[in-house]
């Protein structure tokens, strides 16, 4: 069974870091693209960022660039998110999805997502 | 930058009844590329329905089925179940679409 687990969220103040974590299970996690997407309070999806296979390519939102960075470590099955200088506009939901193979960005499975709180 | 705008912001129907939403780009897109989630709640993770703007998911029932080409994408639950009453979002990449609420009328 295909399992994705987000860790590290939390309450942090305006201008601090935190580092997401999510860990993957029941499937050949270096196979796969994977993503962030966020949701704030009340308000739709947002994709964050997204990393190739071997993670020699990746891609961040604007809003995000400089500021956030995502990684993976294909021999641990885990993503990593690093939030630096974080606002109180990032607070949201965090979500790591597994892309379907393709090239769409399309994402079959999600974890239950992480919760990060900018106040 | 493409745009998806969703609508409408809120469909009220009964169950059995037919549910039509639509996705519109601002620009045309590859069919490829746009897929249809389902979100229950606020916070938790939403399901894949349909990618490719027609190819149903792993376990999808046949009830929820894709359409469209171009700029004019749409989604339709053929008979409600009371747990399809949930916010659906359709996406093309990094783009989501503002999401339509299907509610119990």
New interface residues.
Partial sequence: EVQLVESGGGLVQPGGSLRLSCTASGFTFSDYWMSWVR?A??K????VA?IKEDGSVR?H?DSVKGRFTISRDNAEKSLFLQMNSLRAEDTA?Y?CARE?P?G?????Y????I?VTVS | EIVLTQSPGTLSLSPGERATLSCRASQSISSSYLAWYQQKKPGQAPRLLIHGASNRATGIPDRFSGSGSGTDFTLTISRLEPEDFAVYYCQQYGTFGGGTKVEMK
Avoid at chain 1, 44 to 47: R, S
Avoid at chain 1, 110 to 113: K, L, N, R, T
């Fill in positions: 949701q309070p009340g739709g999806l947002e994709w997204n891609y939102l939901v979500f379907i393709g769409a960005c399309h994402y079959d999600w974890g239950q997502g919760l």
